[in-house]
T-cell receptor, first 114, second 110 residues
Framework: DAGVIQSPRHEVTEMGQEVTLRCKPI?????LFWYRQTMMRGLELLIY????????DSGMPEDRFSAKMPNASFSTLKIQPSEPRDSAVYFC????????????FGSGTRLTVV | KQEVTQIPAALSVPEGENLVLNCSFT??????LQWFRQDPGKGLTSLLL?????REQTSGRLNASLDKSSGRSTLYIAASQPGDSATYLC?????????FGQGTELSVKP
């Protein structure tokens, strides 16, 4: 199993540009999560999906952020327009259905907005 | 609102010492608790998962305990090694959400 795969690993963009982060969860996992990590706030849950349906997006900072999961093997997190304060590491994680299972995290995307 | 606190924020020990990392949470209605390791600039690696009905889990030199009623978990690392240097995060699962503490940054000196 290749694990949770995120791309790109690093992204540097100018303020105002659109940024799209991508995630491929582990095959067979029903849950997919997007987290953001910063020094000040630690790890924050942005949104999570169950069977491709968004369940809780209360952590999404504002309307500039959107996430989609068009199928069970792919999800995107989009920021438009990007701002310097969006600079962070964005992690994707997946988990099987059932509360007996833990989460598996991807390697993250380090986003820098200049 | 569930809050997760980890103490200490940073810890430096000489190689070979046994050590304990602490995690506390405010709401005992959790499904499970997971300990992760994060190396600088890297992702999160799962170390141990404890279900709410369990008291402890062991993997090699690591032992994690859970006392749900008091809202506490500990991660015990035996015979620490320089390769154990990393940030250790605990996270509690409530519903579909995994809520993280701020982590303990561990440095093991040769």
């Amino acid at each position: 199993d290749a694990g949770v795969i995120q791309s790109p690993r690093h992204e540097v963009t100018e303020m105002g540009q659109e940024v799209t982060l991508r995630c491929k969860p582990i095959s067979g996992h029903d849950y997919l999560f997007w987290y953001r990590q910063t020094m000040m706030r630690g790890l924050e849950l942005l949104i999570y999906f169950n069977n491709n349906v968004p369940i809780d997006d209360s952590g999404m900072p504002e309307d500039r952020f959107s996430a989609k999961m068009p199928n069970a093997s792919f999800s995107t997190l989009k920021i438009q327009p990007s701002e310097p304060r969006d600079s962070a590491v964005y992690f994707c994680a997946s988990s099987p259905l059932g509360l007996l299972y833990g989460y598996t995290f991807g390697s993250g995307t380090r986003l820098t907005v200049v | 609102k569930q809050e997760v606190t980890q103490i200490p924020a940073a810890l430096s020990v000489p190689e070979g010492e046994n050590l304990v990392l602490n995690c506390s949470f405010t709401d005992s209605a959790i499904y499970n608790l997971q300990w992760f390791r994060q190396d600088p600039g890297k992702g999160l690696t799962s170390l141990l998962l404890i279900q709410s009905s369990q008291r402890e889990q062991t993997s090699g030199r690591l032992n994690a305990s859970l006392d749900k009623s008091s809202g506490r978990s500990t991660l015990y690392i035996a015979a620490s090694q320089p390769g154990d240097s990393a940030t250790y995060l605990c996270a509690v699962r409530r519903g579909g959400k995994l809520i993280f503490g701020q982590g303990t940054e561990l440095s093991v000196k040769p």
